[in-house]
């Protein structure tokens, strides 16, 4: 089992940063490919970003691909996700999940654990 929790969600203007974490507690943490989804109102959750075990390899969704940067700290048992020039439409619930697999993969259904979401919003 692995438990994980996000942090870091908030109010910013358009243009603005954030970063958000995703610390995980139980199994051993780099075993694990870590995902970022997001889940507008109203919007299937979606695929945001992808990590691989060691953190040497990175995937990204189109929308968010030289904006976002994931990375994670396997000492520290956290997932990061730094998200630079937000636009509303980024406005969502950010969830991390992680799936015990070698290689990242970008479809919901595959991993295995999710956090309980930290909300961003971005104002235009």
């Known amino acids: 089992q692995v438990q994980l929790v996000e942090s870091g969600g908030g109010l910013v203007q358009a243009g603005d940063s954030l970063r958000v974490s995703c610390a995980a507690s139980g199994r051993t943490f780099s075993s694990y490919v870590m995902g970022w989804f997001r889940q507008a109102p109203g919007k299937e959750r979606e695929f945001v970003a992808g990590i691989n075990r060691g953190g040497g390899s990175t995937y990204y969704a189109d929308s968010v691909k030289g904006r976002f940067t994931i990375s994670r700290d396997n000492a520290k048992n956290t997932v990061y996700l730094q998200m630079n020039s937000l636009k509303p439409d980024d406005t969502a619930v950010y969830y991390c999940?992680?799936?015990?697999?070698?290689?990242?993969?970008?479809?919901?259904?595959?991993?295995?654990?999710w956090g309980q979401g930290t909300q961003v919003t971005v104002s235009s």
């Open positions: 999940a992680a799936v015990n697999r070698l290689s990242i993969v970008a479809k919901r259904g595959e991993y295995d654990y």
